[in-house]
C-alpha cells in the first residue's frame, strides 16, 4: 500500500469512494490524468518508504507490513507531511528503524482531530508488528468507533492560543466547520481507510494471487511469454544480443546492442543492468557502479542488482559499503546467493571462517547464472574446500562455457590439487578466451615453470609482460625459466627487477643469491640472504648459503656458527653436516666436531667418496 494505489474515485451520482488499484494500473490513471501525486523521482523512492521495519531487515513478513503502510499513508493524509524526512532511501531506512514514531501533532500542532486517531496512527506506525493492530478488522474497528463530531481532549499540553483556536474550529457551524477545517474530511477519511483496510490489508491473499493479466512485472523478462507484445520480444531479443556478445568478449557489440533496447518505450532497469555488466568487463566500475544504481532504482525490488552494487564497491575495498548492500539485497530476497555469497567473502576478509562457511552452505548451489557461480567457488577455494571449489566451477563452466572466469578458477582449484595437466588445460582455455586475463596467465606460467617446460613458459611469460612489464610475479618466473634454460646473466637481471619490485618474494631472493654466488658476488649474495632471514628467520637455505659465501671469505668462525645455526633449522639435511665437518677439519682443527658432522652425513645418506678417508685420518672409522 501507498498514495500512489490508493484512488478517490466519484460515480454518476457524486458519491465518492476509495479503491485500492495494482500498482502498474495507478501508473497509467497517472498518465492519463497528466498529474501524479508524486515526482517521477518520487515515485522510484516510494516503494521502500512504505517498507515496514522487518521488510528492511530481510525478516518474514505477513499482512501487518499494509497496515504499517496503512499507518504512514494516514499520517501523510493528515499531516501533509512524511514521519520520517529524507533525500535518500538510505536515510528513509535508517531514520524508521531508529527514530521513535512521530505523533501527529509533533508535525501539526494545531491539527483539529481527536487524539484517539493519533494513538491509531502511531500504533499502526509501531516498529515492532506486535504492537501493531493484530489485524485489518480490528483496526477498521478502531477507526469506526472514533466520534468524530466533537475532538477528544489533548493529553498534551497547549499554548492557550493554540487551545483557543482549536475550541473556536469546533464550535462553529458544520457548514462553515467542513468547509474550512481539516476535521470536516473525518466522515471520508475514516470510512475511505476502513475500506482500503478491507480492499489493501484484509485482501493480502488475493492481491498476491491476482491473474496474471492483472499483474504489472517489474521487469519485462520476468513476463511470461506468452503474454509479451512484439515490442517486448525485440527488446528482450536486444538484450540476449547484448549479454551474447559479452560472454564472446565484444564488448562494443554488447554495448551497441544495449544502447538498441535502452532507447526503446518499453525499456526497464533490465538494460541498466546488462549495460553496467558491460562496463564492469571493460573495466570501468565507476560508471557500471552508477548503471546498477540506476537499475536498482528502477525496480526497487531487484535483489541482484543491489547485490552487484555491493560486489563493485567490495572489489573497491569499501568493505562497509558493500556489507550494507548485500544486506539490503538479502532484505529484498532472503535468497539472492549473490548477496549471500558476497557476506561469506566479507567475513573472509575479517577472518571469520565459521560465518563465511555457514553462508556459503546456505546458498543455493543450483544458480545458473555463472558468475554467481564463479564466486561462490572463489570463497570455497578460500577456505580450503577445493572440491565443492571445483564442483561450483564446473557448474559455472556448465551454465556459460564462454565465462573465462570460471575455467580460470577450476584451473587454480585443479593446481591447488597437483592437478598440473587439467589445470593447464583450463587456465589456457581462460586466456584464449580473455587475453587479458593476467592473474590466469600468471599461474599458467607458476604451472610451466614447475613443469620445466621452459619455451612454453617463456611464451606465456613473455606475452604477461606485454600486458604488466612492471609485475613482479612475471619477472621472477622469468628469472627461473631463464635459468633453467641456462642463461644466468638473463636471469640475474630479471630477478633483481623482481626483487626491486618486491623485495619480500622469498623464493626470488634466494635465487638470485644462488646465482650471485656462484658468480663469486659474495657480498651481493650475502646482502639476498640477509634479507630472507629477516622476513623468515629459520630459512635453511638462507643460512646454509649464507655460511657458504663466509667459508669463500675465509671467515672460517663465522661461517662456522652459520652451519651450526642451519642444522639447528633442520638436522636431517645431509650437506650442512658435510660442510660443518669440512670447516672444522681443514680450518678450525676441531676433529671431533669433523668426526661427529661426517657420520651424520653418512647416517643421512651423504654419497660424498672422500667422507671414509677423511674419517679414517681423524680416527673416527
Known sequence: LKPDNIMVAGDASGELSVKVLDFGLSKLVDAKLGA?????????????????????????????????????????????AQPYSSTTVHEALMRSTTDPVPSLFDRKPDLAIPEELDDIVRRAMAKRREDRFASATEMREALEALDITSPSARRSTAGASRATRRTAATRRPRSESRAESPRSKLPLLVGGVAGVLLLGVGGWSLFRSSEAKQKVWPRLVLKPAEERSDAERSYLAELERARTSLRENRPDEAMAAVERARRMPCADAEAWFVRALIYRAKHDDATALLDFQEAARRDASYAEAVSEIGWVLFDRDEI????????AASALDSGAPGAAIGLAHIALRSGDRAAARKRLDAVDRNTEVSRVQVRLGRGLLALGDVDAAIVAFRSAKRSDSLDWRAHAGLGEALASKSEATEAEAALHEAIRLQPAAFDARVLLATLLVEAKKWPEAKAVVDQGLTQRSDSARLQALRGVLSHGMGDDDGAIQALQAAVER???????????????????????????????????????????????????????????????????IDDTRAYAHLARGIVAMEYLGENQVAVRAFKRYRELGGTDQRVAGWLKRLGGD
Not at 635465487?511 to 632471514?533: C, F, N, P
Not at 646454509?544 to 656458527?561: E, P, S, T, V, Y
Open 320 to 327: 562497509e559499503k558493500a556489507k550494507a548492500k548485500f544486506e
Open 36 to 80: 501524479s501525486m508524486m515526482t517521477q523521482t518520487g515515485r522510484i523512492l516510494g516503494t521502500p518508504r512504505y517498507m515496514a521495519p522487518e521488510q528492511w531487515e530481510g525478516s518474514d513478513v505477513d499482512h501487518r507490513i499494509d497496515i504499517y503502510a496503512m499507518g504512514l499513508v494516514l499520517y501523510e493524509l493528515l499531516t501533509g
Open 502 to 568: 618486491d623485495g619480500k618474494d622469498v623464493a626470488a631472493l634466494l635465487l638470485l643469491g644462488t646465482l650471485l654466488q656462484k658468480k663469486g658476488q659474495l657480498d651481493a649474495a650475502i646482502e639476498r640472504y640477509t634479507a630472507v632471514q629477516s622476513m623468515d628467520v629459520e630459512n635453511y637455505t638462507a643460512a646454509l648459503n649464507f655460511g657458504l659465501c663466509l667459508i669463500g671469505k675465509q671467515k672460517f668462525r663465522d661461517a662456522a656458527i652459520k652451519l651450526d645455526y642451519a642444522i639447528r
